[in-house]
């Protein structure tokens, strides 16, 4: 090199200079150098060291918020380098999802949502070089400078009004289960208030009072609420939000509700009625198109049998149904049916009969008894104790009469009802009732108005339990009704009894305070019966010695079994009476008293055979069901029996 340069050169203003460098001694003798002076950003201002913004419940944009609050300078800077933009709650309250340059010059852009209400700092991060800092220094080539500073974010809360709520124009009930009533509102993103919330029904058309259907929030949103059914028929509703009447999705001013008249079945036998009115539909269970959907829910779950008084409809595994039962009907009295089903799909089956055969007082019918055993409705929607219904009952009963059911027996002493004083009897369930009378007779089981007790309003069946004895009533067709009267003891009430088949309990009954017992005991013909007492305060157990043959009736009330529970010896003494039993193809008499008749009909009514005697083969009879009937000094019993 023949020559240096020495001196500072100073930049006035970013841009581009050519700096040259001219010989004094030779003018052709020159040097050029260009200059570039860069204008990087060097700070930031913020319009608003808080920047409030407002959340409605929507992860809103604030992207143009956040943007507009940030000024580079100095003014007309080219670039910025390692910026950063971050949120100090990225997952709660302020995201920024993204940050870039704008290409233009223009400024920063980015991403920016509100996620929900709170405070976020918002950290501005960059760097520049300075040049000239110490460039009389050879060893300093250049200088990082780091701006950083912050602002915040405060979001609050403002959730919008509700200015409305649809709901279904039509809703279908049960009054089994919860029905979830779904509301929507406007604006979505609006909070409901429950407090403000009313749902209206309009009142029961079959009885002056309450509401049609019960309602109580869902835990799991505002906007669902859930809903059973109170009334079998056709109602309406409204939703009033704030006092203000509410529209249906459609637009109408009120909704429908329909709730349909169901008859739950328990697993096994279950003994049924349709509620006893002149209105009321029929079941139908075959149509042109083959047997109805209630009969078969879906392959899990069917009705295998269903019997009336006087007719059977049998379920073939292979042939499918026969039998001469078309419909169900309230004219029919109570069907004993047979379903299957499994549990883990539902804790019950429920038979649909749609919304007619409403209980109006002006459309009861009662049902009729006659001497012997009637299969009777029960036409009432709700449940009812007997201290409700014995004063009603009583007015059309005699002395001796009994009203049986599946888990349960009453017997009438000609002054009131008695039997368990638990004694409840069930909507939808059916019943046989036991008279001596010789003229048929109405059945008074109140008006149909009669209000349901309110402990017993929503019961519900389940395997009855008497200290440690657990029997299911479902598990056969037939019920054995049980009058006895305990006696050699000082406190009768302290007793239960078991009725038992080996060790198999199939019913139970409490002793009241005069030693009567009422039990109703599950089997079919010819199971060996035998007794067995608990006493409460010793928590003690006795088997009774005795046994009997399963029928329809045993004992009384004029001529009870009578339990002697002494000291040293226990037995079981009950008075003959005159019943069947079936085995091997052969009916049996039993507690005959002088000559007896037997005479056996079809289910037409025709005569297909008579004897005299206590026995009789059905060898020679094809299959198919009859009705026999045996006729003794005393009286006259008849049994429907299936070959």
């Not at 009321?280 to 078969?296: D, E, V």
């Not at 009894?497 to 599950?522: H, K, M, P, W």
């Not at 005697?613 to 009705?627: C, H, N, R």
Request: hydrophobic letters at 35%; aromatic letters at 10%; proline letters at 5%.
């Amino acid at each position: 090199m023949l020559a240096t340069i020495g001196g500072r050169i100073s930049a006035v203003k970013a841009g581009r200079a050519e700096l040259t460098a001219t010989s004094t001694n030779n003018p052709q003798a020159y040097a050029s150098l260009m200059v570039l002076v860069h204008n990087p950003a060097t700070d930031i201002q913020f319009t608003k060291n808080t920047v409030n913004v407002d959340y409605d419940g929507t992860n809103s944009d604030i992207s143009r918020l956040l943007q507009d609050n940030l000024t580079f300078l100095p003014a007309g800077y080219e670039s910025i380098e390692g910026l950063t933009i971050t949120s100090d709650r990225p997952n709660d309250v302020v995201a920024i999802d993204n940050v870039a340059l704008d290409q233009s010059g223009t400024g920063v852009l980015l991403r920016a949502r509100v996620l929900g209400a709170g405070q976020a700092t918002i950290t501005v991060n960059f760097h520049y070089r300075d040049y000239l800092k110490d460039y009389t220094n050879p060893g300093t080539t250049e200088h990082r400078i780091t701006v950083q500073k912050t602002f915040t974010v405060v979001v609050t809360e403002v959730i919008p009004a509700v200015t409305s709520i649809t709901y279904p124009d039509e809703l279908t009930l049960s009054r089994y289960h919860d029905v979830a009533l779904e509301l929507n509102m406007e604006p979505k993103n609006a909070r409901l208030d429950p407090t403000l919330l009313e749902i209206r029904f309009s009142e029961s058309k079959n009885a002056g009072w309450g509401a049609a259907a019960s309602v109580t929030p869902s835990p799991a949103s505002a906007l669902v609420w859930n809903v059973r059914g109170r009334f079998a028929g056709s109602y309406t509703y409204q939703i009033y939000y704030n006092g203000k009447l509410q529209s249906t999705k459609s637009g109408a001013r009120e909704g429908i509700v329909r709730t349909p008249v169901e008859y739950p079945l328990a697993q096994g036998w279950d003994w049924i009625s349709l509620y006893a009115t002149d209105k009321s539909s029929t079941l139908p269970l075959k149509t042109t198109s083959g047997w109805a959907i209630p009969m078969q829910l879906d392959d899990e779950n069917y009705v295998q049998e269903i019997r009336s008084q006087h007719e059977l409809l049998y379920k073939d595994p292979e042939l499918g149904f026969f039998g001469d039962i078309e419909q169900l009907s309230p004219s029919d009295g109570m069907y004993k049916i047979n379903s299957h089903y499994d549990v883990t799909y539902a804790d019950q089956m429920i038979l649909n009969a749609g919304y007619d055969g409403l209980v109006r007082a002006s459309d009861m019918r009662l049902p009729m008894a006659r001497k012997g055993y009637t299969w009777v409705t029960y036409p009432h929607e709700f449940n009812h104790s007997i201290d409700v219904l014995g004063t009603y009952l009583k007015q059309s009963a005699i002395e001796g009469d009994m009203i049986i059911g599946r888990d349960m027996v009453v017997v009438f002493d000609g002054d009131k009802w008695l039997g368990d004083s638990n004694t409840v009897f069930e909507a939808g369930k059916g019943y046989i009732y036991y008279t001596e009378s010789t003229t048929p007779k109405t059945i008074n089981w109140g008006p149909a108005t009669l209000s349901p007790d309110k402990n017993t309003a929503n019961a519900r069946r389940a395997s009855k339990q008497a200290s440690t004895w657990i029997y299911n009533p479902y598990a056969y067709p037939d019920c054995m009704a049980v009058i006895a009267r305990l006696e050699d003891v000082s406190h009768p009430e302290d007793y239960s009894v078991g009725a038992f088949v080996g060790d198999d309990c199939r019913g139970q009954g409490t002793v009241n305070a005069e030693g009567l017992v009422c039990a109703a005991v599950s089997g079919q013909t010819g199971d060996p019966v035998t007794f067995r007492l608990y006493h409460k305060s010793t928590d003690s157990y006795q088997t009774l010695e005795g046994q009997f043959g399963f029928t329809s009736r045993l004992g009384s009330l004029s001529n009870p079994v009578v339990i002697h529970a002494g000291s040293t010896a226990i037995r079981l003494v009950g008075e003959d009476m005159l019943s069947l039993s079936i085995s091997n193809d052969v009916i049996m008499v039993n507690g005959a008293v002088g000559p007896v008749t037997l005479t056996i009909t079809d289910l037409q009514g025709r005569r297909v055979a008579s004897c005299q005697g206590t026995t009789f083969s059905l060898i020679s009879l094809p299959a198919g069901v009859y009705v026999v009937s045996a006729a003794d000094a005393k009286g006259q019993v008849t049994k429907k029996i299936k070959k």
